[in-house]
C-alpha cells in the first residue's frame, strides 16, 4: 500500500511552488518594465538629439540669412578708394571714426580688447584691413550699455572697443568699409554686424592677426 505524503509536507511544497511562481512574474514584470524604461529612454534621447541639431541647424540658417540681410541705416565706402599704405604720420580720414585708408604699420590688439581710453585711428584702422570690427561710444552712451557692449566684444575675437568722443553717433560700429549707428547693445543690428564683418568678406586682409600688435593706449 502506497504511503501518502504528510499533509504538512504538500502544504509546505505547496507554498514553495507558489512562492517561485511569484517570483518568477515578478521577474518578468521587472524585465517588462526595464525594458520599457529602456526604450523611453533612448527615444527621449533621441529625440533630445534631433531637437538639438534641429535648434543647432536652425540657429546656422538664422545666422547665414543674417548674414546676407541687408542692415539698416549701414553706410558702405568703396574699398577701391580706401588706401592700404603703412605710413607713420597721422591720417587725415573723411569719417569718424574711420572704416579704412592708410594706416600705421603696427594694428591695435583686436582679441576681444576693450580700452578704456582713446586709441590712435591709425592703429585701429590696421585692425580693420585684419577683418576687426571696431566698437566705438561717446558720452552720450548710457553705462549700461556700454558694459553690455564691452562683455560682447571681450568675448569675441577680432574685435576691439574704445571710447571716441566727437564721433556723430552714440554707439557706432566700424569694419572696413563698413560703417553704422544702433540704439544700444540689443538692437539686433549689433548681432547682425558682428556676424557680417568679422572676418567678414569686406576684410582685405583675412586670417592675420589680431595679436601681436600695440595695446597702447
Known amino acids: 500500500m502506497a504511503a501518502h ?58 545666422e547665414v540669412a543674417s548674414a546676407k540681410a541687408p542692415i539698416r541705416d549701414e553706410k558702405s565706402w568703396d574699398p577701391k578708394k580706401l588706401g592700404r599704405n603703412h605710413p607713420t604720420t597721422p591720417v587725415s580720414y573723411p569719417m569718424k571714426p574711420p572704416v579704412g585708408g592708410d594706416h600705421h604699420p603696427v594694428w591695435m590688439n583686436c582679441d576681444g580688447d576693450v580700452y578704456k581710453k582713446p586709441i590712435r585711428n591709425e592703429n585701429a584702422v590696421h585692425s580693420l584691413e585684419h577683418g576687426a570690427v571696431w566698437v566705438t561710444y561717446n558720452g552720450k552712451a548710457p553705462a549700461a550699455e556700454v558694459k553690455k557692449l564691452e562683455e560682447k566684444v571681450g568675448k569675441t575675437p577680432y574685435t576691439l572697443m574704445s571710447p571716441v568722443e566727437d564721433q556723430a553717433g552714440a554707439i557706432m560700429l566700424s569694419a572696413w568699409g563698413k560703417q553704422v549707428t544702433v540704439d544700444g547693445a540689443d538692437d539686433p543690428r549689433v548681432n547682425q554686424f558682428f556676424t557680417k564683418y568679422v572676418q567678414g568678406p569686406q576684410t582685405p586682409e583675412p586670417g592675420a592677426a589680431c595679436t601681436g600688435g600695440t595695446g597702447q593706449q
Open 5 to 62: 505524503p504528510n499533509p504538512s509536507t504538500a502544504d509546505r511544497r505547496a507554498r514553495i511552488e507558489e512562492m517561485r511562481r511569484a517570483e518568477k512574474a515578478r521577474e518578468r514584470r521587472n524585465r517588462i518594465i526595464t525594458i520599457t524604461l529602456s526604450t523611453v529612454v533612448v527615444a527621449g534621447l533621441v529625440g533630445f538629439g534631433a531637437y538639438v541639431l534641429d535648434k543647432e541647424s536652425d540657429e546656422k540658417a538664422q
